[in-house]
């Protein structure tokens, strides 16, 4: 990772809102897709806005709306949801000494998701430590607002955009992964990291093929974790 510190040509919220707008191209899709699925499943179109404003939780959303809709019981619901968001538990951490002299990270942490995450844990080393704060809320709250907007979209207009355009239906499926792709190729600039990926990948891929997807993501989290570290100690493949 490059940890040289970079001057800013704007300010600091700015540029978070400019390294933040490619995200968009994910986030909005998806939101669109939320907020029709939460208005087919029950959901008033006040209720599915107030949900991605306040639970903003990416697929936590989808899984909410369809436990809800099922009558599964509430405190079922909490759960689950908190497990799906258990990865924050990292995520926070991860992100804190880069932002810790400046309490007001604590409630930004709303606007911290797996994106968000990936991208400041790339720049935020690369900025001056008075322009991280500034950064961050940048970028959060542009995603934040991206996904209520295409939450709102999606609600309101989902249905006659699907019915005019049927072929959106196909299409919104894929930008989420698209949206991963995109952020972790740039990582696959160093053998070490590469393997990781695609170790990751594979074992990802496998579990769902001998019918285990509900792990597949986290043993394969689990795996290409325990491989970078394996290699980055002993050094048998090239730095990071």
């Known amino acids: ?109 709303h606007g911290l998701t797996d994106q968000i995450f990936a991208l400041a844990h790339v720049r935020l080393p690369q900025l001056p430590e008075s322009a991280r704060i500034g950064w961050y809320t940048g970028a959060a709250v542009l995603a934040w607002l991206s996904w209520i907007a295409g939450t709102a979209l999606g609600a309101v207009a989902g249905g006659e955009l699907t019915q005019r355009w049927p072929l959106i239906n196909d299409i919104l499926p894929f930008a989420l992964p698209a949206l991963f792709l995109v952020l972790i190729i740039p990582r696959c600039n160093n053998p070490l990291w590469s393997l990781t990926i695609a170790l990751s990948a594979v074992t990802a891929l496998t579990l769902k093929m001998l019918g285990y997807p509900n792990v597949a993501i986290p043993l394969a989290a689990l795996c290409g974790a325990l491989l970078f570290y394996a290699l980055k100690d002993q050094r048998i493949v090239g730095g990071h």
């Open 1 to 109: 990772m490059n940890t040289t510190t970079q001057s800013l040509a704007m300010t600091p919220w700015k540029q978070g809102v400019k390294d933040a707008i490619p995200l968009l191209g994910g986030y909005i899709p998806v939101a669109i897709s939320f907020g029709l699925i939460s208005i087919q499943s029950g959901f008033s179109v006040l209720e599915t806005i107030l949900i991605s404003t306040f639970i903003y939780a990416g697929a936590s959303q989808f899984l909410f709306v369809a436990m809800a809709a099922s009558g599964a019981p509430l405190w079922l619901v909490v759960i689950m949801t908190l497990l799906i968001n258990a990865r924050h538990v990292v995520y926070g951490p991860n992100l804190s000494p880069y932002l810790n002299h400046d309490k007001k990270w604590l409630p930004l942490m």
